[in-house]
């Protein structure tokens, strides 16, 4: 049967006074199943029993190996069940990890190295054991930093969204955001099956269509207000370039992305005929190309991506969340006061809106913010 298999034993010290022996289930343990016959896999950490308790910060660990209301406090082998062993060696390491001479030896180099390979599903594995082992995440905030250098490159922005934002990677986090805002016509976020309940808290963008879409027509705007005869056809000779792009109308490119409609409009010199006017019309011989190509150029600099430390109003960079608000709209400007990564008004305003606000600081931030011409580069 699966569950008279040897552990594979991971030694993380060579003075080890207990064993972690984790357990992982082929599915999960109902009510009164002792699991015997779905063991997947069994796995016997070498560990210390003080660094559990003392360094470890974990209220469980501190209660499981110290409280006589619990029969392991004093065994050599304790049996923590179904839970994925990559993922509990991940946080292992993380604790051993604040002793430097660990870290530098040749055990903590190898385990390191090892958890470094965790495939990204497995991370959500990390986040639920460690939820259980009540170890701050800070603590390990340090680790992901290290798996995220090593498999950014190779990791579908997806994936990397919860995880950034759990462990409070700010850089991963933004850089996410912005290249799913940029990419994907939808945003969806990958949603772990086995652990369906961790995913971030439900926030809307704004889409980044409605301001191209905007910037393109502002121009269109002032010719419709003017009294030469050339209007008409200048109107006429600019929507029809546009719409030859096949990135235009933008309301009509739900299956395209913002980067993609960029692209797309890249072209619109190809297909634009400038109105021959007889007269010297200002508005008419106005620099159509100069308005798409402002308006992409502005578009693809106008959001850096959601910002942690903006999403966060339990920690306000003024008196309190409220004045935060008004302090950023009226006063410095400085979208990124305190924050760990740079970023400018689009993403302070996506990543602070909504919570915490009222109504009516919620409308001043949709009527005022977004379209302050002061605050954003609007072309023409």
Known sequence: ??????????????????????????????PNDDGGDKIKSTTDFQVDRQVLINTSDSEFFRALLTSNAWAESGKSLVTLKEHNPASV?????SVYSKDQTW??????????????????????DVIASNHLFMIPFPEIDAWFS????????????????????????????????RNLVYDRPFIEEYMNEKHYRFHLPPRLIRHLRVLLASWLWKPVANVLRSSCVCKEQTV?????????????????????????????LGSFDNDFEPTRSRHDCYVCDANWSRVVTDA????????????????????????????????????????????????????????FKEEGLNPAQKQAMRGKAVYDREMVNIPG
């Open 236 to 264: 006429f000779e600019y929507f029809r370039a546009l719409t030859l792009t096949g990135g235009y109308p933008i309301d009509q490119q739900g299956r395209n992305s913002v980067s993609g409609v960029c692209r797309s």
């Open 1 to 30: 049967m699966a569950g008279h298999q040897e552990p594979k034993v991971i030694v993380f010290s060579h003075d080890a006074d207990m064993t972690l022996r984790v357990l992982e289930y082929t599915q999960p343990l109902k």
């Open 296 to 351: 992409v150029i502005s578009i693809k600099k106008h959001f850096d991506g959601l910002c942690l430390d903006c999403m966060d109003h339990t920690q306000p960079k003024f008196l309190d969340e409220h004045e935060d608000y008004w302090n950023h709209v009226s006063y410095d400007k400085q979208w990124d006061k305190h924050c760990h990564i740079k970023h400018g008004q689009a993403t302070w305003y996506s990543s």
């Open 89 to 93: 060696e991940a946080i292992l390491c």
């Open 146 to 177: 290290a798996w995220y250098e090593d498999n950014e490159q190779k990791t579908v922005d997806e994936m990397l969204l919860y995880p950034c934002y759990q462990f409070h990677h700010a850089r991963g986090f933004m850089s996410a955001t």
């Open 103 to 124: 870290k530098s030896s040749s055990i903590g180099q190898h385990t390191t190295a090892r958890t470094l390979q965790l495939p990204a599903k497995n991370l959500w």
